[in-house]
């Protein structure tokens, strides 16, 4: 098993801390003990089968849902945070996203800008929302009703909103921010996949943190720093692509013949399958 645990001494204030997390739904335990640290500044993933607990883990990490052990935000329990200081530490991205009202994708976009942040005239609102919505590659489908895109678009549109949320890795108060997304890329054709991805990856350059769950390893070998393979709940490596692409490790992991190969020229494996 490939484990790296960074000396918890040592680490800046920003880094997410999880400590002893067990999630059950009922009397099912679905995440199981599971230690993680993770530094702003880096692009974290979360790779694992199906029912693994992927989704689970994220959204106690989010607060969304009810754990045992600590999750702790740049030194602070999030359990002891305020709902309105949490929105303004991370941003989340949810694997599925049901709006109940018929919004625009404007409106949708908006919904990430919190009250209480800095964006205070509807001027810059609106060009924060248009320079979101940019960077996702949907500029002129401001006015576009969300219900009537494709599902690749609504993704982006979602990824929009979260940007506007935690638009400055940094907050006002010198705290690195969080990108926790869900399968941020799973409705996406190639270009857009990249594109995400360089969104995330530029957001982590600049000083905040990024979570990623992934499927697709070959885009996660291609810009994970960290990679934690969870299986059955429970955390089966941690570490980064190099420690963690192995045959034995993929192969174990999804129960399906895993090759990791490494081709001259690249610095990242290839997993063939
Ligand atoms: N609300 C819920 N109530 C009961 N069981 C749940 C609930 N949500 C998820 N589960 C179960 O918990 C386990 C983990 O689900 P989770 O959504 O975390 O998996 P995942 O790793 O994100 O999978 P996927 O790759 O399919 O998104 C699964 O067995 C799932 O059936
Ligand atoms: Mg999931």
Avoid at 97 to 116: D, M, Q, S, Y
Avoid at 246 to 265: C, F, K, M, S
């Amino acid at each position: 098993m490939a484990q790296s645990h960074p000396n918890t001494d040592t680490l800046p204030t920003g880094s997410l801390q999880i400590e002893g997390l067990h999630i059950s739904y009922g009397d099912k335990p679905v995440v199981k003990n599971v230690d993680f640290t993770a530094e702003p500044g880096l692009f974290h993933t979360i790779i694992g089968p199906n029912g693994s607990g992927k989704s689970t883990l994220l959204k106690a990490v989010t607060g969304e849902i009810a754990f045992t052990g600590t999750v702790s935000l740049n030194g602070q329990d999030i359990k002891t945070m305020k709902p309105e200081v949490l929105a303004g530490r991370r941003g989340v991205l949810p694997q599925h996203t049901v709006l109940a009202f018929p919004l625009t994708v404007a409106e949708v976009v908006n919904l990430g800008i919190l009250k209480r942040t800095s964006v205070g005239t509807t001027l810059a609102r609106r060009n924060r929302i248009l320079e979101a919505l940019e960077m996702v590659d949907l500029d002129g489908f401001e006015a576009r009703s969300y219900q009537a895109l494709s599902g690749g678009e609504q993704q982006r549109v979602q990824l929009a909103r979260v940007l506007c949320q935690v638009w400055e890795p940094t907050s006002e108060d010198g705290h690195p921010r969080w990108l926790f997304l869900d399968e941020p890329v799973s409705s996406l054709d190639i270009k857009h996949q990249m594109q995400i991805m360089e969104i995330a990856a530029n957001y982590a350059k600049r000083g905040g943190g990024v979570l990623a769950i992934m499927h697709d390893l070959n885009l996660t070998a291609s810009f994970a720093d960290t990679v934690l393979v969870l299986q059955q709940g429970s955390l089966k490596a941690l570490g980064n692509v190099n420690e963690v692409y192995q045959d034995t490790i993929l192969t174990d992991a999804y129960d399906y013949p895993v090759q990791v190969r490494h081709i001259e020229g690249r610095s990242q494996p290839v997993v063939l399958a």
